[in-house]
């Protein structure tokens, strides 16, 4: 605030001066100085009763300051930091931050400009001001000095990226400048690289000869125009060499800089990729959309450099304008890909979906003329997108050929296949050029993208064969008939049937209507298999007792399974009436999962089915009762027995899990050797364990009885935690030796039984090979593992996962992040960890992101909601720790729920009709459902750095003048802008070109950002275009009169026509005195030569006159004065006589 009021007291200053009379006078020029700089303004001070005045919106825009004019109340508000002034218009009466102030001179409007007394916002302040009266100075020295210097933009680069041959190939990129508050705007300057080029230079370029960009606070990336120019007024061109300047422009008293050049570019015309022929588009069904679309286009004989083609459908009365550059513009919601198949110069061919749109954003729909162009879209940056030429025009109507008809579709059995479905349908009324029918099983959630086009061209694995027979048809499908997808038909899945009519001319096939939906189910209820019971563990009750299963082979009509413990001493056999009797207290309830095993233990409170509780010593028999569903209810099914099972006590004890060794130090004996490893979760028989250090050189294997027999090892004691880290100081290896660096080792831990058997002791598996050496380091583990639920997408979207990064970063190379199912988090470690195949990588330096749409838990199933998970991050070596890992605690576990949330608009378009921010208009579909929408806002993105504008940018935004707030009205929306001001608080200007993002506000939970609209550009007022004159080259006087020949400026897209004027030599013309020239003569635009029947006797000056047409531009103007030569006439044949 000190340094930039100061330079306001220096703007405002009251100074005593001499009285003058009320009104303002002449006086004697006052100078304002600032620590020695001279501060200027477009209207100078004035002199009011003794009180120099100055203008107030001048001082505040010179300085970046804010201000306001409210034309109802006569008020002028400024706004600096946190100091707001309000002055009133001829009121003595004013505010500093709300606190009343008495001026000497109010506020008044003079020479159009709102002007204050100086003295006022001096005291104010109370700053440090100096009045030399004799030469009418003001002195204002601040308590910092001011630096009126900028930084200049720090990098600037150019790049081809067209053929146009003209400005629109070169693309110019720079920084932003370091200071760039006190930039006005930047000016892009194009010079021939063998011209010398600086600042005194680039200040004496013609505003016609550079490009001028606003700031941003952003890098930007400006592509230049067709009538760019370099500084010396050629046009750009190809093949000649140039370097690219940016000229920073400061605000006000602040200076100018000059960047550096970019490197030396040439302009060449870039090669393309070859565009596809015959393209055809046929009308092939009847949806009354775009499924009734097929394209067909031949594939160049060389498509290496193509990645994919995108089929676009014109409106045919749009087709002549629809080019290479519309078509690389268009957003991918109005084109279809078609991705390369086949073999080159090979027929593709391309079906829309029901969602297709024409390029104009329109579905497409019957009765609309429409054609085909094809792009080819390069992928490789030496060759540009390729367009095909256009397909002949189609209009889509409703087919009136005959289709059959399908009059039944039935379940009719129960072998759980394709022998349950009947379908029945009409024959076509004339089969003359039908040689069969083919029946096809679409399962109903894709039946909607099932065309003709689909149907042709399935392999005949896909559908069934049926011949004529002259009547209507019923067909029973085969045990091994198989869906569209090519799964075989099944129970418990929807499907539609379609019958498709073969032509004897394949082109002239024919495809039904979708059938009612059918899914097939069985009517008996189905038994489990694989029935298998265990002893897991010592507890004396049904804890120790594990049984597993498979499902059920249709489970669609079944509630739910049960378990039932059956003593063999009291049943020799259990039946379905036995099973159905048995209390709900005395079975296990095991609920459908859709898995195909299941597997418990049971609890300790299981009772077998005579209701006593389950123990040791007793023989038991398991049975699992299917229990019936809905209409199947009491139609129960029971499983074969398991085998016979006694409970006992098990005194194995299991060997530890997740072993992993990594080289921690450099010592050169164990205090290097970091050794890792779980513990059993059960450890009631385990006495302690043994970590063995075994030599590669010595050992191929290591076996338990080694194991048991070797004196040399480290002891790590039950209990505790279970997860054991820990280093092996003082440790020899089994041969008795010191651990030392340079030798191979595996490591192995022996659970020791603590004596209930003998031969129960348990080894582990290897360790990986480690060999101890120099600056190798462990992979430290992330920590505090957070995961939040964010958003409503239902996917990985919603799934914010944040971390603290490893303390020692230096041997990690990025981070895996692993969404683990919460019911098998208690077994996984590292090394489950290292073998999961679906994770998200994560760089060093980003420890907080949201996961995507597609991602998956470590099961391979899509994230989704109402599923519960913990969240791991595994630290990834490199360098000398590549192969090493380190995995973090998990975080709590997290269940992704709906919250509250709203969508993104849609079709989100910019129309711009003149050159004010309110000539603007943003239209966009409104999101479905408004009732959680509190409004929309509406962003107006410099094109330049839309790509990073993103929601978190939208919603840090707290400026309501930045822009446009829509209620929801539940209408679309069509409006023009509101507010004067881009995204970044810069005005909307003349010549930026603008992007619209709209965000969906919600009441409650998560916000929407939309997609950026089409990009706009507010053309010039007409009322300031000034067209460019004629260059007059020759005009000729004979006796006849005088003949003018002229050359038509570069650019006369904006003349209506010319007329030339004749003036008598001692006067000039301008645009206000065209009625003093002696002759004038209308000349059409298209001729460049004008016949003036003049004498001749006499000099003259000739003009040409650019007329403006009066759409675009509305400013004429006069070429540069031709004087004539005087002509004598030739003597009369009377005075010769």
């Known amino acids: 605030m000190k340094k930039i009021w100061t330079m306001l007291l220096a703007a405002i200053l009251v100074v005593p001066l001499l009285l003058q009379p009320a009104t303002a006078q002449a006086a004697k020029a006052i100078t304002i100085y600032v620590d020695g700089v001279q501060l200027k303004t477009d209207v100078p001070p004035v002199m009011v009763q003794g009180r120099v005045m100055l203008p107030l919106r001048a001082i505040f825009e010179a300085l970046d300051a804010r201000v306001y004019w409210n034309q109802k109340s006569q008020t002028v508000t400024g706004i600096k930091g946190d100091t707001t002034v309000v002055l009133k218009i001829k009121s003595k009466v004013a505010t500093i931050n709300d606190q009343t102030v008495t001026l000497d001179v109010p506020a008044q409007t003079l020479r159009g400009r709102t002007m204050v007394p100086v003295r006022f916002v001096s005291e104010a302040l109370g700053q440090d001001v100096g009045w030399n009266s004799r030469d009418q100075i003001v002195t204002i020295k601040s308590d910092t000095p001011i630096n009126t210097s900028i930084s200049p933009v720090s990098y600037v680069s150019a790049r081809d990226i067209g ?356 899914t097939l189910y069985s009517n008996n209820v189905g038994t489990v298999s694989n029935l298998y019971a265990s002893d897991v563990n010592d507890y004396g009750d049904g804890r120790d007792l594990y049984v597993s299963f498979n499902k059920a082979a249709d489970e669609s009509n079944i509630s739910h399974y049960r378990i039932m413990v059956v003593p063999t001493s009291y049943y020799s056999s259990f039946s379905l009436s036995d099973a159905n009797n048995v209390s709900s207290s005395y079975y296990t309830q095991v609920n459908k999962t859709g898995n195909y095993t299941y597997g418990q233990a049971l609890t300790s409170s299981t009772r077998d089915v005579r209701g006593n509780y389950i123990r040791e010593g007793v023989s038991y028999r398991v049975y699992v009762l299917s229990v019936g569903y809905g209409n199947y209810s009491g139609s129960n099914a029971l499983s074969s027995a398991s085998s016979t099972i006694t409970l006992g006590k098990n005194y194995n004890v299991q060997a530890v899990s997740n072993l992993t060794v990594a080289d921690v130090n450099d010592y050169g004996d164990g205090r290097d050797l970091q050794v890792t490893f779980t513990k059993p979760s059960d450890e009631s028989n385990v006495n302690q364990y043994r970590i063995l250090v075994v030599p590669t050189s010595y050992y191929s294997s290591f076996s338990l009885s080694q194991a048991n027999s070797s004196s040399y090892y480290t002891i790590e004691g039950r209990g505790g935690n279970r997860s054991v880290t820990r280093t092996l100081d003082g440790a020899k290896d089994v041969r008795g030796n010191y651990i030392t660096e340079g030798t191979s080792y595996r490591v192995y831990v022996l659970t020791v039984a603590n004596g209930n058997s003998s031969n129960a002791n348990a080894l582990s598996s290897a360790s990986s090979v480690i060999a101890l050496g120099k600056n190798n380091k462990a992979v430290q583990a992330a920590s505090n593992v957070r995961a939040s639920d964010v958003g409503d997408y239902g996917d990985g979207r919603d799934l914010q996962v944040s971390f603290t990064k490893a303390s020692d970063e230096s041997n990690i190379g990025n981070y895996r992040i692993l969404v683990v199912p919460a019911s098998k988090a208690n077994g996984f470690g590292v090394n489950e960890a290292i073998k999961a195949s679906y994770f998200t990588d994560v760089n060093k330096g980003l420890y907080s992101l949201n996961l995507r749409n597609g991602d998956r838990d470590t099961d391979g199933n899509l994230i989704a909601n109402d599923k519960e998970y913990r969240v791991y991050v595994l630290s990834v070596g490199t360098g000398s720790s590549k192969g090493m890992y380190n995995l973090s605690s998990p975080s709590d576990v997290i269940k992704l729920t709906n919250l509250a949330k709203v969508d993104e608009v849609g079709q989100v378009v910019l129309n711009a009709k003149g050159s004010k921010y309110s000539d603007i208009e943003v239209s966009f579909k409104k999101v479905k459902d408004e009732q959680n929408v509190q409004e929309y806002r509406v962003f107006m993105i410099p094109e330049g750095w839309a790509g990073t504008f993103n929601q978190q940018s939208a919603e840090s935004i707290k400026d309501g003048s930045w822009y446009s707030i829509i209620r929801p009205n539940n209408n679309d929306v069509v409006q023009t802008l509101m507010t004067s001001k881009d995204a970044s608080g810069n005005p909307i200007v003349v010549g930026t070109s603008y992007v619209a993002k709209v965000m969906t506000v919600a009441k409650t939970g998560a916000n929407a950002l939309s997609k950026q609209s089409n990009a706009v550009t507010l053309s010039p007022n007409p009322d300031d275009i000034t067209v460019e004159a004629a260059t007059i080259t020759t005009a000729d006087a004979d006796a006849n009169g005088i003949t003018v020949k002229f050359n038509k400026p570069a650019i006369d897209t904006n003349i209506s026509e010319y007329e030339v004027f004749v003036v008598n030599d001692g006067l000039d013309l301008t645009l206000n005195n065209l009625n003093t020239a002696v002759y004038s003569q209308k000349v059409s635009k298209d001729s460049v030569e004008a016949k003036l029947v003049v004498s001749t006797d006499k000099k003259y000056k000739i003009y040409v006159l650019s007329k403006a047409n009066g759409i675009n531009a509305k400013k004429s103007s006069l070429s540069q004065p031709f004087i004539t030569n005087v002509v004598t006439p030739a003597p009369s044949q009377d005075a010769q006589s």
Do not use: C
């Open 163 to 518: 053929n146009q041959g003209d400005g629109r190939d070169l693309e110019v990129s720079f920084s932003k400048s370091s200071t760039e508050s006190l930039v006005d705007h930047y000016r892009v300057l194009v010079v021939k690289a063998s011209k010398s080029f600086n600042l005194a230079s680039a200040l004496n370029v013609s505003a016609s000869n550079y490009t001028t960009v606003s700031t941003a606070n952003s890098d930007r990336a400006v592509t230049l125009s067709q009538s760019s120019r370099d500084v010396d007024g050629d046009y750009i061109r190809n093949d000649q060499p140039y370097v690219v300047y940016v000229l920073a422009v400061g605000k006000g008293s602040y200076s100018s800089a000059l960047s550096s050049s970019s490197p030396k570019i040439t302009l060449t015309d870039v090669s393309s990729v070859a565009a596809v022929t015959n393209v055809k588009m046929s009308d092939i069904s009847d949806f009354g959309d775009g499924r009734d679309i097929s394209v067909s286009f031949t594939r160049p004989q060389n498509d290496n450099n193509i990645s994919n083609y995108r089929v676009f459908i014109v409106k045919t009365k749009d087709a002549n304008n629809f080019s290479l550059t519309t078509a690389n513009n268009l957003s991918s919601s109005y084109y279809t890909t078609v991705y390369k198949s086949g073999s080159n110069g090979s027929t593709m061919t391309g079906t829309l979906s029901s969602s297709a749109r024409d390029t104009s954003g329109d579905y497409i729909k019957n009765g609309v003329p429409y054609t085909a162009f094809v792009l080819s879209v390069s992928n490789t940056n030496s060759a540009v997108n390729k367009l095909s030429s256009a397909s002949s025009s189609v209009t889509l109507s409703p087919n009136t050929v005959s289709t059959p008809v399908i009059t039944q579709v039935d379940d009719i059995s129960d072998y759980g296949d394709g022998r349950d479905l009947r379908i029945g349908f009409n024959k076509m009324s004339d089969e003359s050029n039908i040689s069969s029918y083919r029946i096809f099983v679409v399962r109903a959630n894709n039946y909607s993208n099932f065309t003709l086009t689909k149907a042709n061209n399935l392999s005949s694995s896909y559908y069934t064969q049926v011949n004529k027979t002259g009547y209507n048809i019923t067909q029973v499908l085969s045990s091994g008939a198989r869906d569209t997808d090519g799964n075989t038909i099944q129970n418990g899945v929807s499907y539609r049937i379609f019958v498709m009519a073969v032509a004897k001319n394949s082109g002239n096939n024919v495809l039904s209507s979708a059938s009612n939906a059918i």
